[in-house]
T-cell receptor, first 111, second 114 residues
Framework: KQEVTQIPAALSVPEGENLVLNCSFT??????LQWFRQDPGKGLTSLLLIQSSQREQTSGRLNASLDKSSGRSTLYIAASQPGDSATYLC??????????FGKGTHLIIQP | EAQVTQNPRYLITVTGKKLTVTCSQNMNHEYMSWYRQDPGLGLRQIYY???????DKGDVPEGYKVSRKEKRNFPLILESPSPNQTSLYFC?????????????FGPGTRLTVT
């Protein structure tokens, strides 16, 4: 059974810093890995999707990498802003039956 | 606009009173699923559907029912809600693309069972 772990569970950094969120998964047989953002009391917004054959994806200040063989992914956020404060969720997909989620990293960017 | 909608967004009910949370998507996706999100437990899948009339259990199906009579709709039914079903519920839809199934989520339904 796939298990997804996110470290750290919470992170607070000053505005402007670059930061890295980590995600690991136990079963490397995945189709893809998605990073989501969730604001308090809100739904999930997809940030990046990395196919199993890819090594990384970039969108603006966000860069996600995937090392499928070692079961690891990182989400890099450059020049963090207070508006980046949210919970970031990593999820892996093993097929049509849906996603397995990590418990998230709660990120606070201090102005 | 491509979207997944859920109704109601908020619901407070009492133990044992049957309820249905609706989910609809306008993207012609084959695959739909329901998740619940609880503090400290994260998001867990309840049920999923690979197409019309095809449904299967996820990780935490007890106490829930689903149906998929039309491609666009995937309602979640709680026949006899209990307080341990108090949670935040998300519906999602997806289709098979080159990179697997990219999931699109609804805005969530916050359910409280007293």
């Amino acid at each position: 059974k796939q298990e997804v772990t996110q470290i750290p569970a919470a992170l607070s950094v000053p505005e402007g810093e670059n930061l890295v969120l980590n995600c690991s998964f136990t079963d490397s047989a995945i189709y893809n890995l998605q990073w989501f953002r969730q604001d308090p009391g809100k739904g999930l917004t997809s940030l990046l999707l990395i196919q199993s054959s890819q090594r990384e994806q970039t969108s603006g200040r966000l860069n996600a990498s995937l090392d499928k063989s070692s079961g690891r992914s990182t989400l890099y956020i450059a020049a963090s802003q207070p508006g980046d404060s949210a919970t970031y969720l990593c999820a892996v997909e093993g097929g049509a039956d849906g996603l397995t989620f990590g418990k998230g990293t709660h990120l606070i960017i201090q102005p | 606009e491509a979207q997944v909608t859920q109704n109601p967004r908020y619901l407070i009910t009492v133990t044992g009173k049957k309820l249905t949370v609706t989910c609809s998507q306008n993207m012609n996706h084959e695959y739909m699923s329901w998740y619940r999100q609880d503090p400290g437990l994260g998001l867990r899948q309840i049920y999923y559907s690979m197409n019309v009339e095809v449904t299967d259990k996820g990780d935490v199906p007890e106490g829930y029912k689903v149906s998929r009579k039309e491609k666009r709709n995937f309602p979640l039914i709680l026949e006899s809600p209990s307080p341990n079903q108090t949670s935040l519920y998300f519906c999602a839809s997806s289709h098979l693309g080159e990179g697997g199934y990219e999931q699109y989520f609804g805005p969530g339904t916050r359910l409280t069972v007293t």
